[in-house]
């Protein structure tokens, strides 16, 4: 595609469920990252992949938050049990190396009940 | 503290006007990145750099390594210009990105 691509664009679930968000790169884009964004805040970094591996994940804040790029392209960030404070908008962004310019999908509004 | 610094934090103009806001960082960014808000999330990159100046278009963006300082400037503003503009460090030996807490630009007919 000839941007990143977020899906689903909004989700709403009630508490104590588990939900995936999923993030498409742009194609060849070996880095791929995810922040989460607070309402009246700047985008927070939660983990940085470099190809499959998680060369990052200092900002997950506990084990509930897990993420995935099993074939270093689609990015997968996996939210257990998950709790009112997790609302907020995923965003996810791809470069093509870790030191060039990032590309921001349009993110994921998550709203837990 | 937060290792960058943005301000003013909302800044109303005139169309037509020539608009500045500051970003301050700290030691260890090795990259400044220059980012555009709009109403529903989407973030576009306007500039990334770590010396000098760019400009595309009515935008310009300057760093200061010296002074770990950055401007974005907006000559002849127009209304299409209103969004939010977010000042990121990239964090030399991690590659994250780490915010400013945006400036909310509007520019009013």
């Known amino acids: 595609g000839a941007g990143v691509s977020q899906t689903p664009s909004n989700k709403v679930t009630e508490k104590g469920k588990y939900v995936e968000l999923r993030c498409d790169p742009i194609s060849g884009h070996t880095a791929l990252y995810w922040y989460r964004q607070s309402l009246g805040q700047g985008p927070e970094f939660l983990i940085y992949?470099?190809?499959?591996?998680?060369?990052?994940d200092s900002g997950l804040p506990n084990d509930r938050f897990f993420a995935v790029r099993p074939e270093g392209s689609v990015s997968t960030l996996k939210i257990q049990r998950t709790e009112r404070g997790d609302s907020a908008v995923y965003l996810c962004?791809?470069?093509?190396?870790?030191?060039?310019?990032?590309?921001f999908g349009q993110g994921t509004r998550l709203t837990v009940v | 503290k937060n290792e960058v610094e943005q301000s003013p934090q909302n800044l109303t103009a005139q169309e037509g006007e020539f608009i500045t806001i500051n970003c301050s960082y700290s030691?260890?960014?090795?990259?400044l990145h220059w980012l555009q808000q709009h109403p529903g999330g989407g973030i576009v990159s306007l500039f990334m750099l770590s010396s000098g100046k760019k400009k595309h278009g009515r935008l310009i963006a300057t760093i200061n390594i010296q002074e770990k300082h950055s401007s974005l400037h907006i000559t002849a503003s127009h209304p299409r210009d209103s969004a939010v503009y977010i000042c990121a460090g990239t964090q030399g030996g991690s590659e994250k990105l780490v915010f400013g807490k945006g400036t909310k630009l509007t520019v009013n007919p």
């Open positions: 992949f470099q190809g499959t591996g998680a060369a990052d």
């Open positions: 962004a791809s470069s093509l190396t870790s030191r060039t310019e990032a590309f």
């Open positions: 030691v260890g960014i090795s990259a």
